[in-house]
């Protein structure tokens, strides 16, 4: 299956995440000024420019390209400017004269404000939090998702015996759902594995923080995922369009995060077994034009993957 790094946080568009953990994005969110390490990490596995182990790794990877500023370490808070040219370089992107001849982080800095991947009010020199990274990288991968390169020996069809379990994997889940009551819930067949999805999910006014009622619902699919181990979770949140795309998407992936964290305080798995997406309202199931609609694009969603990637 095609490998996307996840596109978290805001931005236009979001894509699957696949290397980093549920863990590692919540640290990084919480991380108001990110180093060369961390940042070389996730954009080259953003990029899908390397595969490396750790951030220590990343940093040589990129310094060793001169993707890097002259004479930055591993451990030093990344300046915006910096940040631009290791992602202009790891995404391979394309600039103006000036970028072109130079590859300097000056320029880089400048062609990403041409592109939008900057905005806002910004200097060159400021420091990039986790929550800023990410949405750079989620801009970049709307721009640059059909030219990065894949890992194209990989077989993305299922084979006859996999749609065939997924579909008694469904009836079994879908029976189990009928038997618990759990409203608004249904699982289907997708391209990634097979999908709980938890519709009109409600959450505090204004946070991520789960009421009573939407952590028994949770607590009723943890069961049944404890009946399926060893095998991956997605959690993906999802909105109805209502509010700014930046505020919809930052509201997915931190409802996406409060669901995962209360999954792995049930046991129902590991935080190194999930993985945590935010779609915003790019992913709509229903028409937002109605109140019905906009309640059943309210939704989180659990994919339970084929294998332990």
Same mark, same amino acid.
């Given at each position: #299956? $095609?490998?996307?790094?996840? %596109?978290?946080?805001?931005?236009?568009?979001?894509f +699957? *995440?696949?290397?980093?953990?549920?863990?590692?994005?919540?640290?990084?969110?919480?991380?108001?000024? %990110?180093? !060369?390490?961390? =940042?070389?990490?996730?954009?080259?596995?953003?990029?899908?420019?390397? $595969?490396?182990?750790?951030?220590?790794?990343? !940093?040589?990877?990129?310094?060793d390209r001169?993707? *890097?500023?002259?004479?930055?370490?591993?451990q030093?808070?990344?300046?915006?400017?910096?940040?631009?040219?290791?992602l202009?370089?790891?995404?391979n =992107?394309?600039?103006?004269?000036?970028?072109?001849?130079?590859?300097?982080?000056?320029?880089?800095?400048?062609?990403?404000?041409?592109?939008?991947?900057?905005?806002?009010?910004t200097?060159?020199?400021?420091?990039?939090?986790?929550?800023?990274?990410?949405?750079?990288?989620?801009?970049?991968?709307?721009?640059?998702?059909?030219?990065?390169?894949?890992?194209?020996?990989?077989?993305?069809?299922?084979?006859?015996?996999?749609?065939?379990?997924?579909?008694?994997? %469904?009836?079994?889940?879908?029976?189990?759902?009928?038997?618990?009551?759990? =409203?608004?819930?249904?699982?289907r %067949?997708?391209?990634?594995?097979?999908?709980?999805?938890?519709s009109?999910?409600?959450?505090?006014?204004?946070?991520?923080?789960? +009421?009573?009622?939407?952590?028994?619902?949770?607590?009723?699919?943890?069961e049944?995922? $404890?009946?399926?181990?060893?095998?991956?979770?997605?959690?993906?949140?999802?909105?109805?369009?209502?509010?700014?795309?930046?505020?919809?998407?930052r509201?997915?992936?931190?409802?996406?995060?409060?669901?995962?964290?209360?999954?792995?305080? *049930?046991?129902?798995? $590991?935080?190194?077994?999930?993985?945590?997406?935010?779609?915003?309202?790019?992913r709509p199931?229903?028409?937002?034009?109605?109140?019905?609609g #906009?309640?059943?694009?309210?939704?989180?969603?659990?994919?339970?993957?084929?294998d332990?990637?």
């Amino acid at each position: #299956m $095609k490998k996307f790094f996840a %596109v978290i946080f805001f931005g236009l568009f979001c894509f +699957p *995440l696949f290397a980093q953990t549920a863990a590692e994005l919540e640290d990084l969110l919480k991380t108001q000024a %990110v180093n !060369y390490g961390q =940042a070389a990490r996730f954009a080259l596995e953003a990029a899908n420019a390397a $595969k490396l182990k750790d951030h220590q790794e990343a !940093y040589s990877f990129a310094a060793d390209r001169k993707w *890097l500023p002259k004479k930055v370490k591993a451990q030093d808070a990344a300046r915006l400017d910096g940040i631009s040219l290791l992602l202009m370089r790891s995404f391979n =992107a394309k600039g103006g004269l000036w970028y072109s001849i130079t590859k300097s982080p000056h320029f880089a800095y400048n062609e990403l404000i041409y592109k939008d991947v900057i905005q806002g009010a910004t200097d060159p020199s400021m420091t990039v939090s986790g929550e800023r990274l990410l949405f750079m990288i989620n801009r970049l991968l709307a721009l640059y998702e059909n030219t990065l390169p894949q890992d194209e020996e990989i077989n993305t069809e299922k084979t006859a015996a996999q749609e065939k379990e997924e579909k008694i994997l %469904v009836e079994t889940i879908n029976s189990q759902i009928e038997a618990l009551a759990i =409203a608004d819930t249904t699982a289907r %067949v997708t391209e990634e594995g097979v999908t709980i999805s938890l519709s009109n999910i409600q959450f505090l006014a204004n946070s991520s923080q789960l +009421p009573e009622s939407e952590k028994k619902k949770i607590r009723e699919v943890a069961e049944i995922l $404890k009946k399926i181990p060893s095998r991956k979770i997605i959690i993906s949140g999802h909105t109805a369009e209502a509010g700014t795309e930046r505020n919809r998407m930052r509201t997915s992936i931190a409802r996406a995060q409060a669901v995962a964290n209360y999954l792995i305080s *049930l046991g129902a798995r $590991k935080a190194s077994e999930i993985e945590v997406r935010g779609y915003g309202a790019s992913r709509p199931i229903a028409d937002n034009d109605t109140k019905e609609g #906009m309640a059943l694009n309210r939704r989180v969603e659990f994919t339970i993957v084929g294998d332990q990637r």
